[in-house]
């Protein structure tokens, strides 16, 4: 098992900075990659960003240029920079850690950090 505590949300006006962090507890050596994603009122929920253990990279093109992942292994957290915030990025993020052996996945997930733009 693995357990994912996100913290860091709130509220922002448009334009300004928030960071988010997942701090990972449990059975992280299998994790092969953390993310990000966001559910807004109303749909589905999307990816925002994830990294792997060897530290790519992938972002939704909504947010490059303005998000940035990383993470801290001696911590065992995960971070999501954001910034130039607009209100469509308002959403509950949610962490999310997955891992992967062939045809096997198995995903855990955070209970979520509401973040909120307002214009």
């Known amino acids: 098992q693995v357990q994912l505590v996100e913290s860091g949300g709130g509220l922002v006006q448009a334009g300004g900075s928030l960071r988010l962090s997942c701090a990972a507890s449990?059975?992280?050596?299998?994790?092969?990659?953390m993310g990000w994603y966001r559910q807004a009122p109303g749909k589905q929920r999307e990816l925002v960003a994830t990294?792997?253990?060897?530290?790519?990279?992938n972002y939704a093109d909504s947010v490059k240029g303005r998000f940035t992942i990383s993470r801290d292994n001696a911590k065992n957290t995960v971070y999501l920079q954001m910034n130039s915030l607009k209100p469509e990025d308002t959403a509950v993020y949610y962490c999310?850690?997955?891992?992967?052996?062939?045809?096997?996945?198995?995903?855990?997930w955070g209970k979520g950090t509401l973040v909120t733009v307002s214009s």
């Open positions: 990294i792997t253990s060897r530290d790519n990279t």
């Open positions: 999310n850690a997955r891992f992967v052996d062939g045809y096997y996945v198995m995903d855990y």
């Open positions: 449990g059975n992280i050596f299998r994790v092969n990659a």
